[in-house]
């Protein structure tokens, strides 16, 4: 069965940066594919391994539809783009999707090297932990690898509680009761 995409505009966000540039926040779009592959494809081979916790090179076309045509009524995905010379640039996406039969959410995020600590990743997560807490999910979770520590670093800011893995000790277990949940944090990433 295919997953709808009916987009959510009420969190599209737009910010002017200290340098100038203006950045958008605002739902993944099927027809963001191009700049969803690009910006996989532009990420440092560290960032691909943190983010996807394997040796990916490049999303294949499958992951593409995947990560593009979200059900927002269950799902969310967010992607930071800039503007320039007329067109978008991804810079960084964050996401959650719903685990069977739970009320319970699995995040995800990863914002380019390069912008990195500009807070686009606290917002995205702000954003992303808000709309799960108006979807009535109890927990957002997520799996970050143990060395990844400035990861844990940030979630353990927003209020995320971590864990071993006790499936596996390369992993931790972040989790976050959304009603506990109080909003704006100081952190970056």
Partial sequence: MGRA???NNSLKISILQKDGSKLTIRPIRPIDSEIE???VHRLSAQSKYLRFMTGLKDLSPAMLRYFTNIDF???M???AVVHAKGQERQVAVGRYFKYPDRPVCEFALVVADEWQDRGIGTLIMELLILDAKNKGYALMQGEILSSNTKMLQFVEH???ATKLDTDDARVRIATLVLQE?????HCSI
Avoid at 181 to 185: D, K, P, V
Wanted: glycine residues 10%.
């Fill in 181 to 185: 949940y109080s909003g704006r944090h």
């Fill in 77 to 79: 995905a967010l992607i």
């Fill in 5 to 7: 995409n009916k987009q």
């Fill in 73 to 75: 009524s269950k799902d």
């Fill in 37 to 39: 592959w690009d910006f």
């Fill in 158 to 160: 927003l209020g995320f």
